[in-house]
C-alpha cells in the first residue's frame, strides 16, 4: 500500500479516536442512515416493473392464475379487488402462454347473438322467439358488465307477443340484477344509465318499465316509478325552494333571523289518456255524389173483377192505367277526425305549503303581511291549487346558538393554545439540536486544532534534536540572518513498522521522510522555526 495512503488512512483513524462519544453516536448514526438509504435505493433500482397478466377476473379464473403462477415461481401482484392479476413486465407473454395452454382463464358462457348461429332451419316459430329473447337479454348483460362498478350483471326481458286480435299492445318490461364490483357502490348516475341502456334497447319499454335491484336485495329503480331519484323529487324541490325563500329573508332580516319550512306534494303516479273526435266542415265540397232515378207507367188491360162480399169476384168493375216514380240520391262529406294522446309523467306538484318564522327582536317594524306577499311570489304560490303560506313573528331561542359559540370559541380558544405550544416545542427541540450542532462543530474545530498544536510541536523538537551545537550557534550568531545548511545527508527509505506507531513517532517519520524528499524546503523552514524561537528569547 503506498506511503501516502496509508498515512491518510492513519490521520483518518486517530481522527476517529480523538472524537467525544457524542460525536461517535452521530457518526454511528449518519452510517446507519445512508446504509439504508442505500439499500431502499438499490431495492427500488433493481425491483422488477410489474405489468397486467389479465384484468377483469372472476374470483375462480384469478385463483386459478395465481395457482399456476405460484407452482411455476413467477412474481406476482394482485389490484383491483383481487380481479388483476400483474406479473414482471418481461414475462408477460410467456405466462399468457402458459395460462392459455391451461386453458386459464375458462371460457365466458355462451350467449348473446351467438345463440342464433345454433339454431336449425327445423326449428319452431317459438323456439325463435325465445332464443332472440335469450339473445337480447345476453348481450345486455355483457354490456352491462362491461361498466367498471358492476361486476355481473343478469337481465330478463317481458315482450308481450305481437298478435293482430287485440286493440292495445302491452308493454314490454325488464328486469336487472346488478352485482356491484369489489369496494364499489352503485350511485344514482350508474343506475340511470343501466335503466336507458336497456329501456333504449327494446323497442316500445319507457325508462320507466325497467326495475333494477342490487345483490343485497334493494330496490333501485322500480316499475311505474323510476329510479330512486325520482322518489326524491319532494325532497329536492322543498330544499330548492326553502333556499330560495331562505335567501330572500337573509338580506331582510338579516342571516339567522328567520327559518323557512317547506312541504310539497308530488303525484307519484302516471297517466295517459287517448281521444278521438270527429267532425263535419261547414261550408266544404263533398267527397262523392251519386243519385238513382226509376219510372214506370202502366196502360189499360183485361177485364179485372172486384172482390165483394164473401171474396166473390164482381164483374163489371173497370181498371185504369198506373205510374211509378223512384229516386234516390247518395252524397259522401268529408269528416275531420282527431286523435290525441295526452301522457301525464310522475312528479306533478299538487299542493305546497310554507312555514316562515322571523325573529320578533330583529323584525322591528317589519310588516307581516308584506313578508308574507315576498315569500307566496318566490316560492310560487298557487291559492287555486291550495296551497297555504304562513308567516309569524316570535322571539327565538338563542340558548343553544350561544352554547354553540361558546363551544366555537373554546375550541378556536384551544387550538390556539395547542399551535402556540408546538410552536414552542419545536422551538426547543430546534434550539436543543442547534446547541448540539454547535457543540460537535466545536469539538472538531478544538480537536483539529489541538491536533495541529501538537503536529507543530513535534516538528518543532524533531527539528532541535536533529540540530547539532555548531549549527545552532552558526544559526544564531551575526546579525540575525540564518546561513544556508548544507544538504543534509541522504537518508535510508523509513520502513513501515510492524508495531503500531505513536503519534509521535509517526510524526518524525513524516518529517524525516519531508527532508530526504526536499531538503531545501526542510531548511527554510526550520529556519523560520529558530528566527521565531530567537525573537521570543530576546523579548
Do not use: C
Not at 149 to 178: H, M, N, R, W, Y
Amino acid at each position: 500500500m503506498p506511503e501516502k495512503i496509508k498515512s491518510s488512512l492513519g490521520r483518518a483513524f486517530g481522527a476517529v479516536r480523538d472524537f467525544t462519544i457524542a460525536q461517535r453516536t452521530l457518526a454511528v448514526l449518519a452510517l446507519a442512515i445512508l446504509a439504508v438509504a442505500v439499500v431502499a435505493l438499490v431495492m427500488w433500482v433493481t425491483r422488477p416493473s410489474y405489468s397486467p397478466l389479465y384484468s377483469g377476473l372472476s374470483s375462480a379464473d384469478a385463483s386459478a392464475i395465481v395457482e399456476q403462477l405460484q407452482s411455476s415461481g413467477v412474481p406476482y401482484e394482485l389490484s383491483d379487488g383481487g380481479a388483476t392479476v400483474m406479473v414482471p413486465e418481461e414475462q408477460v407473454y410467456d405466462q399468457r402462454l402458459a395460462a392459455a395452454a391451461a386453458g386459464l382463464p375458462a371460457e365466458e358462457p355462451v350467449g348473446g347473438y351467438s345463440l342464433l348461429d345454433e339454431m336449425g332451419v327445423t326449428s319452431s316459430e317459438f323456439q325463435q322467439d325465445v332464443t332472440y329473447k335469450r339473445a337480447l337479454e345476453g348481450e345486455l348483460a355483457r354490456t352491462i358488465s362491461a361498466m367498471d362498478v358492476v361486476e355481473t350483471a343478469t337481465v330478463q326481458l317481458a315482450i308481450p307477443e305481437e298478435t293482430v286480435f287485440v286493440d292495445e299492445k302491452g308493454k314490454p318490461t325488464a328486469s336487472v340484477f346488478l352485482q356491484p364490483s369489489h369496494g364499489k357502490q352503485l350511485e344514482t348516475d350508474d343506475v340511470e344509465a343501466v335503466v336507458h341502456l336497456v329501456s333504449a334497447s327494446i323497442d316500445g319499454m319507457a325508462p320507466t318499465d325497467v326495475a333494477v335491484v342490487d345483490a343485497d336485495g334493494e330496490v333501485l329503480s322500480e316499475v311505474g316509478v323510476g329510479t330512486r331519484s325520482s322518489g326524491t323529487q319532494a325532497a329536492e324541490y322543498e330544499d330548492r325552494v326553502a333556499g330560495q325563500v331562505q335567501t330572500l329573508l337573509d338580506r331582510v332580516v338579516g342571516p339567522g333571523n328567520a327559518t323557512v319550512a317547506v312541504t310539497a306534494e308530488i303525484d307519484q303516479s302516471s297517466s295517459e289518456r287517448l281521444a278521438e273526435s270527429f267532425t263535419a266542415p261547414e261550408g266544404e265540397p263533398v267527397l262523392s255524389e251519386s243519385t238513382s232515378t226509376e219510372g214506370y207507367t202502366g196502360g189499360a188491360g183485361g177485364e179485372a173483377g172486384v172482390l165483394g162480399p164473401d171474396n166473390i169476384a164482381v164483374p163489371g168493375g173497370g181498371a185504369a192505367g198506373s205510374n211509378y216514380t223512384s229516386e234516390k240520391a247518395t252524397r259522401n262529406n268529408a269528416v275531420d277526425k282527431v286523435t290525441e294522446t295526452t301522457t301525464t309523467p310522475a312528479g306533478a306538484l299538487t299542493r305546497q305549503n310554507v312555514s316562515v318564522a322571523v325573529d320578533s327582536d330583529a323584525a322591528g317594524t317589519l310588516d307581516a303581511e308584506a313578508v308574507t306577499a315576498l315569500v307566496s311570489t318566490a316560492a310560487g304560490i298557487d291559492d287555486e291549487r291550495g296551497d297555504v303560506v304562513e308567516v309569524e313573528i316570535l322571539p327565538f331561542d338563542t340558548s343553544a346558538a350561544d352554547e354553540a359559540q361558546a363551544a366555537l370559541a373554546a375550541a378556536d380558544a384551544a387550538a390556539e393554545a395547542e399551535r402556540q405550544e408546538a410552536f414552542v416545542r419545536n422551538l426547543v427541540v430546534g434550539g436543543v439540536a442547534l446547541v448540539l450542532l454547535l457543540l460537535v462543530v466545536i469539538g472538531l474545530l478544538r480537536s483539529r486544532s489541538q491536533r495541529r498544536r501538537e503536529r507543530r510541536e513535534s516538528i518543532d523538537a524533531d527539528a532541535l534534536a536533529l540540530a547539532s551545537g555548531d549549527d545552532l550557534a552558526a544559526l544564531t550568531a551575526g546579525d540575525g540572518l540564518a546561513p544556508e545548511l548544507p544538504p543534509a545527508p541522504p537518508r535510508p527509505a523509513i520502513q513501515p513498522p510492524v508495531a503500531r506507531m505513536t503519534d509521535v513517532d509517526q510524526r518524525r517519520a513524516e518529517v524525516d521522510a519531508l527532508a530526504a524528499a526536499d531538503p531545501d524546503k526542510t531548511a527554510e523552514y526550520l529556519r523560520g522555526l529558530l528566527t521565531e524561537g530567537r525573537a521570543g528569547v530576546t523579548r
